[in-house]
């Protein structure tokens, strides 16, 4: 069956023995795990479902921003050493706590830069690493977020490589996903040294296959990369047990770290001889950094990848926000999501479909990310009715609204009030008093 399509329905496609009805939804809420955390977050709107963009505050997160402020004021550039943890060592000391997320070593993963940033960084190292005799081809996919491919064209010129020639892109059969025996046959049709795909497609939700793609790829002699953003603190992730090369996060999503929080990269260990491509003095080795030498020797490790100065305060948010990831454990966390994603989707079906809905996310668990695109041929109108009634969500053109039930806020309830809203706004048509307009969120 076409796991894909809203059109192919059969009774298995649903986990869970669900049921209509407010009365089964706070029973599922009574009985869930997690739901006690939702009472450490201030959630900003009446039903917040917009945590694959930008999650809410949490006390956690607000106390070690805070706590980093009071250094500031107590301590100023003493700070850097004598505050704890010592803001010198944030990058590392951050990476030490999400590298169990990420099924990874200490050593391998480090907090620093941007999302683009790190690529950039990352697919210029790599490119470089291949050397002159290597195809240098970078295979992606063309349902990617725009940033992976502006950073990768960029560098492919900065190398005097034509990224039209050179930037290889995996076609998707149904322009919502993109089928993992495509990306193995693209690598073997081009020339290609480096494979850097997603783990969960920002649109439609895909969750990727990432073993399969990394063992593929090194069958080939490809380097594997990938881009965690849709899945950090979500998906639980074995990046070293299964040879990923390197990969590249942002934290303000399910890590719930802040507007513009600082990023995150991994670099698997067999790599830490490679010179990073943008060399900056926060990569330099940590116990000689000072001595201000002109040469640039790298720290040990994935810190040798962080470039400037860490932002303190874009990064402080993340030490209590992993702390509440961490109480929570990946595997409840991704247990609970499934069930409530199982739970949106029987929904959809239910009452939606009739309605104009379809569905453009994996009904098999183990291609569905945290979130769940609800496609309609108003949905950009739709997602602005919601928006005024206090239901936050987001749209992604041409026709997604997505909708994201995050599991240390969100509960069956919240899901159920989502739609019988978005019942009410079709039934009613009250969409049409909002005009179409180009939206970013």
Request: proline share 5%; with cysteine; net charge negative.
């Amino acid at each position: 069956m076409d796991s894909n399509a809203d059109d192919d329905a059969p009774a298995e496609r649903h986990t869970s023995d669900h049921r209509t009805g407010h009365e089964y939804a706070h029973k599922r809420d009574d009985t869930a795990p997690l739901a006690t955390l939702r009472d450490r977050f201030d959630i900003p709107d009446e039903l917040y479902m917009d945590g694959n963009s930008l999650g809410p505050i949490s006390e956690d997160a607000k106390r070690t921003l805070d706590r980093a402020i009071d250094q500031w004021r107590e301590l100023g550039i003493q700070g850097w050493t004598e505050a704890e943890p010592p803001w010198f060592w944030y990058g590392e000391r951050l990476g030490d706590e999400l590298a169990p997320l990420l099924g990874a070593r200490e050593e391998e993963v480090v907090v620093g830069n941007s999302t683009t940033v790190n690529i950039h960084t990352l697919i210029g190292t790599f490119l470089d690493h291949l050397g002159p005799d290597v195809p240098r081809g970078v295979l992606v996919n063309e349902l990617d977020f725009p940033t992976d491919h502006y950073a990768i064209r960029a560098q492919l010129r900065q190398r005097g490589l034509d990224p039209d020639e050179h930037l290889h892109v995996v076609e998707s059969r149904d322009g919502r996903t993109v089928e993992t025996e495509d990306v193995v046959a693209a690598m073997d049709e081009h020339d290609v040294g480096i494979a850097f795909m997603p783990s969960v497609l920002y649109r439609s939700g895909q969750l990727f296959d990432l073993e399969r793609i990394t063992e593929a790829a090194h069958e080939r002699g490809i380097l594997a990369g990938f881009d965690l953003a849709h899945s950090i603190g979500v998906v639980p992730h074995k990046l070293s047990d299964i040879d990923v090369d390197f990969a590249v996060w942002c934290s303000y999503k399910y890590l719930n770290a802040g507007p513009g929080a600082i990023a995150g990269l991994y670099v698997d260990e067999r790599h830490f001889d490679v010179t990073p491509a943008l060399s900056g003095w926060w990569g330099h080795d940590k116990e000689t950094q000072f001595e201000l030498n002109l040469e640039f020797t790298p720290a040990d490790g994935a810190g040798a990848w962080q470039i400037g100065t860490v932002p303190v305060f874009s990064a402080a948010p993340l030490f209590g926000s992993i702390e509440l990831v961490r109480e929570a454990g990946i595997e409840a966390i991704r247990e609970k999501s499934l069930a409530l994603t199982s739970y949106l989707l029987f929904l959809a079906d239910e009452r939606l479909a009739e309605r104009g809905f379809a569905v453009g996310t994996p009904r098999d668990p183990d291609r569905r990310g945290g979130h769940v695109a609800l496609e309609h041929s108003e949905a950009e109108r739709i997602s602005q009715a919601l928006r005024n009634r206090g239901i936050i969500v987001d749209f992604r053109p041409p026709n997604v609204i997505r909708v994201c039930p995050a599991p240390l806020y969100v509960g069956f309830e919240d899901v159920l009030d989502v739609v019988d809203e978005l019942c009410e706004i079709v039934d009613e048509k009250a969409y049409e008093q909002y005009e179409t307009k180009s939206e970013v969120t």
